[in-house]
């Protein structure tokens, strides 16, 4: 993870905002599967990735959260994993031209791991080792295990990434709010969550996503990841609010001040990779780079 600790000396890193609702905006409709523009739509993708780098993005994240092998074939597109995966690399690679990394996502894989599901581990195993070598090979920087609500399925991720390579992982889950507090749809709690992460190897914790949670939401959350994860790098990725659902579609209402704001309030209470989730624009990380610049 050598070149993630010495950018933090820095200061704060940046990460980008959304994809997947970007691509809406661009034209993808509901149920397509947003990682097959990689190779049928290169150009739609490689401009939101540029946009993100010209709004001050440090980290590029590969359009490939559902790339999973075993997501693919569900899609009817298992015959194309590998160019979907190394292409969603090579796209980002490409506009980041020695100014951001790249991060190659990885996002749940769409079932649940035996005895809850019907997956084998070692099926889930063997994907993960062909994803991750076709984002080696690809030229991948660090990889982002992302949204997890599993810690069986995260800690998988996390060893399979680690074995493969030398390079920072970077592991979050997605919480939602309930009477007990914050867990993932499995139950689990934030320091449950972060222990896992930790446990396996991640060189970064926290959250991204969500649901149903404001900005305030995510604070409270990123204070009990900071507090759970006893000064391991934190990330923290809010969606920009909680979605508003018109005929039209799903409408985020956070603005980029709202977003600055928020980014300035989690990097004072100690994380250090900030970025956007689900609705968030180019324009939302443009005012959160601001910040992160006059804080440097």
């Known amino acids: 993870m050598n070149w993630l600790r010495e950018a933090l000396k820095k200061g704060p ?4 905002g959304a994809m997947g609702t970007m691509l809406f905006r661009s034209g993808m409709l509901p149920g397509e599967c947003s990682e097959h523009w990689n190779v049928k739509r290169p150009e739609v993708v ?26 693919l074939e569900r899609h009817g597109l298992s015959g194309l994993a ?37 997956t084998p581990v070692e099926d889930l195993r063997s994907a993960l ?16 295990i992302e949204t997890m609500v599993d810690p069986n399925e995260l800690e998988l991720a996390v060893e399979v990434a680690r074995a493969q390579a030398d390079w920072p992982i970077i592991a979050t889950f997605a919480f939602k709010k309930t009477p007990s507090g914050f867990r993932t749809i499995m139950g689990t709690t934030v ?5 896992a992460a930790i446990g396996a ?28 994860a006893q000064g391991h790098i934190v990330a923290v990725q809010p969606n ?12 985020y209402s956070v603005t980029p001040g709202d977003m600055a704001d928020w980014a300035l309030r989690a990097i004072e209470a100690g994380v250090s990779v900030i970025g956007g989730c689900c609705g968030t624009t180019p324009e939302h990380l443009k005012a959160m780079a601001k910040v992160v610049k006059q804080i440097q």
């Open 129 to 144: 080792r062909h994803q991750i070598s076709w984002f080696l090979d690809a030229g991948a920087d660090a990889v982002e």
């Open 46 to 71: 490689a401009s939101i990735h540029r946009q993100y780098v010209e709004s001050g993005s440090m980290l590029l994240t590969t359009n490939t959260f559902g790339a999973s092998p075993l997501a």
């Open 191 to 195: 320091s449950e969550a972060m222990t």
């Open 13 to 16: 890193i940046v990460s980008d």
């Open 240 to 251: 920009a609010g909680a979605p508003r659902m018109t005929e039209s579609g799903a409408v």
């Open 201 to 228: 190897g991640a060189d970064a914790v926290g959250a991204n996503c969500g649901t149903a949670l404001d900005l305030d939401d995510y604070l409270v959350l990123a204070l009990e990841c900071l507090r759970a």
């Open 82 to 118: 590998e160019e979907i995966n190394k292409r969603g690399v090579e796209i980002a690679k490409e506009v980041a031209c020695g100014k951001a990394r790249v991060m190659a996502s990885i996002g749940p894989f769409g079932g649940f791991l035996e005895p809850v599901g019907e």
